[in-house]
């Protein structure tokens, strides 16, 4: 009887020593592993993204899992040393309870085997700052003893901001405003911090360099066209703006009006021009005098009045001209013949008028003392009373008695 005992007593032990030996033996075969781990390495505090939660994915698998294992999934957040905030995504998972249900944390029932699960969690975390945090997997045996062999865990870390940074790329020495606050590009690009939600962005239409060169807004990078625009943030930002770079031309002229002068995009081609002739001002405008374009000077030397210059720096022309005093010599040389033939007509007709005068004229009487005095001739006297001959010297007439 005693025998008995003693060979029952060490069949126990032995079954004792087995149990003791095999269970931690089925233990160590149980494993779980992580792999394609996934979460954003940045995030903005926003209403929104503490709404929508945080999405941390990564595909677990496990092996050696008896009949009536579960498994345990879930975001440990290491700085509190406790689950994270927020809450499972699959289908699988039981509800959370208790102090449990606001918890990123999954337990899957009835596993076996080996086997594997995509888990996904939208966490949520409160504050800014980088939060260092850890994907856990562990399996639980029928009695829902943690099983520690089986323990894998993978950390990472989240930088948490609630301020998102905009960035605007535009060239150096062109002034950026983003809700009222401007700022200058000294490096090719404006950045700013802002808080998530809607803002105000607007960039000048014309940044001058110089004199002679300046740049012209012409679209952002994303199509937009106006200077001013509104962007509704929820995340880190970069707009681009393109802007064209413009030179300047100078036409002058020092007679008439010349055109072309402005502002044209580095490459275009530009047109300028003069009308030709102009009127000389004064007495040799009056006669016709003028002034006829000759050439350009400057950044060309085209010789007609209408010329194209490429814009691929800044330009100055001057329009050249000589004088043309072609009709004035004409009229004037004209006036002055027409003077030399009233004063030679005048001079003819003086001295016609001499020898006109002289061949009417009476002949002069010839001085006595050069001309011989004529025979004395004695002609016959009448009577005046009865016409009798009378000798010349008689003073009274014979025949009728009458004096004479």
């Not at 954003?40 to 994915?57: D, M, W, Y």
């Not at 937009?224 to 770079?245: H, P, Q």
């Not at 050069?370 to 009798?388: E, Q, W």
């Not at 010297?393 to 025949?399: L, M, P, S």
Request: hydrophobic residues 40%; charged residues 15%.
């Amino acid at each position: 009887m005693a025998s008995l005992r003693r060979v029952l007593a060490a069949c126990v032990l032995f079954v004792i020593l087995l149990l003791t030996i095999a269970a931690p033996e089925a233990h160590a075969r149980a494993s779980t592993s992580i792999r394609d781990l996934q979460y954003p390495r940045r995030v903005v505090l926003s209403a929104s993204a503490f709404a929508e939660g945080i999405p941390v994915t990564f595909t677990i698998s496990w092996a050696g899992a008896s009949s009536g294992y579960s498994i345990g999934l879930a975001i440990w957040d290491n700085d509190a040393n406790t689950y994270a905030d927020g809450r499972p995504e699959m289908s699988s998972c039981e509800a959370n309870t208790g102090k449990y249900s606001a918890s990123a944390f999954c337990a899957i029932a009835n596993i076996r085997g080996s086997g594997q699960e995509t888990a996904k969690f939208l966490i949520q975390l409160r504050s800014p700052g980088n939060h260092k945090l850890g994907a856990i997997a562990v399996l639980f045996d029928s009695y829902v003893n943690l099983l520690y062999g089986s323990w894998s865990t993978q950390d990472f870390s989240i930088e948490a901001t609630d301020k998102l940074q905009l960035t605007v790329s535009v060239p150096t020495g062109v002034t950026v405003t983003v809700d009222g606050n401007a700022e200058t590009s000294y490096a090719g690009s404006v950045s700013t911090s802002l808080l998530p939600g809607a803002h105000t962005i607007s960039v000048p239409d014309l940044v001058p360099i110089d004199n002679m060169t300046r740049l012209r807004f012409d679209h952002w990078a994303d199509g937009a066209t106006g200077t001013s625009r509104f962007a509704t943030l929820n995340d880190d930002a970069r707009f681009e703006v393109i802007y064209v770079k413009q030179f300047r031309l100078a036409v002058s002229s020092p007679y008439g009006n010349s055109t072309g002068s402005g502002w044209y995009d580095k490459g275009a081609t530009a047109t300028f021009s003069v009308v030709t002739p102009q009127p000389m001002s004064g007495l040799y405008g009056l006669l016709g005098g003028k002034y006829v374009f000759d050439h350009w000077s400057g950044d060309s030397a085209v010789t007609a009045p209408t010329a194209s210059l490429v814009m691929d720096k800044p330009g100055t022309v001057k329009a050249e001209w000589r004088t043309d005093y072609t009709m004035p010599y004409i009229v004037i040389g004209a006036i002055a013949a027409a003077v030399a033939i009233v004063a030679v007509l005048l001079a003819m007709r003086k001295r016609r008028r001499p020898e006109t005068a002289a061949a009417t004229a009476p002949a002069q009487p010839i001085p006595q003392a050069s001309i011989a005095a004529p025979p004395t001739v004695t002609a016959d006297k009448f009577c005046m009373n009865c016409g009798a001959t009378l000798p010349a010297h008689a003073t009274f007439c014979n025949k009728c008695g009458s004096k004479q």
